[in-house]
């Protein structure tokens, strides 16, 4: 249930970090059953301020990658995404233990979207860590890749030791309600694009799977 996906080439995440350079910023919020508020108990970071024109560029450029990502609409069946909270954490930030909000700009929040906006070897520490059961999995993903997870899994930040750690924040909600039926069809799109890139002249091989996926959604999505 937590899923990586290619979505910023590496022009684009040049062009986002230039931007960030020098996009004004304002100290990041923690989010407490819909209020918003600094604490830095809890959370130290900084984001991007969005009235501002470096804001709207950056957002221009993950919105048209998203929409050109064919593997990100088809698979994950997102039927809303919030706007991105382009995020930094600066040496000796991080963010505490905590659950997203059941709702988050207005929308049921499905699936949590970190989009990494620099490569890993440009921070120290400041791992996304998801604890799914009794066990904790740690992510550095590499410039450009987003991580999508449940929003109900417990996850923080891991403090920042060296450098600076950018991403994208988002929230999504899918077009299917139902929880086990949603990571079935993702894995099942997930298998189909597979297939269809390893055997690519055999399109018609994976068509049957492909009307099964269709029809669950057409049947039991929020279309």
């Known amino acids: 249930m937590i ?54 560029k950056s957002l221009d450029i993950v919105n048209t990658a998203l929409q050109d990502s064919n593997d990100f ?37 499905h699936h949590s979207i970190s989009l990494f906006l620099n490569s890993p070897d440009e921070y120290g520490g400041g791992q996304l860590v998801v604890k799914f059961g009794d066990q904790e999995y740690g992510y550095k993903c590499k410039a450009g890749t987003a991580l999508i997870y449940p929003t109900g899994l417990l996850h923080h930040v891991e403090p920042i030791t060296s450098g600076r750690r950018r991403v994208a924040l988002m929230w999504g909600t899918s077009i299917i309600r139902e929880n086990f039926l949603r990571y079935q069809l993702i894995d099942l799109s997930n298998s189909i694009i597979k297939g269809m890139k390893e055997l690519p002249d055999n399109d018609e091989v994976f068509l049957p799977f492909e009307q099964i996926r269709a029809n669950f959604m057409r049947e039991y999505g929020d279309l």
């Open 73 to 109: 609409s088809a698979t994950y069946m997102f039927k809303d995404i919030t706007v991105p909270i382009f995020s930094e954490y600066r040496e000796g930030g991080f963010y505490d233990k905590h659950i997203d909000d059941i709702k988050i700009a207005g929308l049921t929040t």
């Open 3 to 56: 899923y990586e996906c290619e979505i910023l080439n590496e022009k684009s995440v040049k062009n986002i970090n230039e931007l960030f350079d020098v996009a004004p910023v304002r100290q990041g919020l923690v989010s407490k059953r819909g209020k918003n508020d600094i604490d830095e108990t809890q959370k130290k970071s900084f984001a991007m301020e969005q009235t501002s024109s470096q804001f709207r």
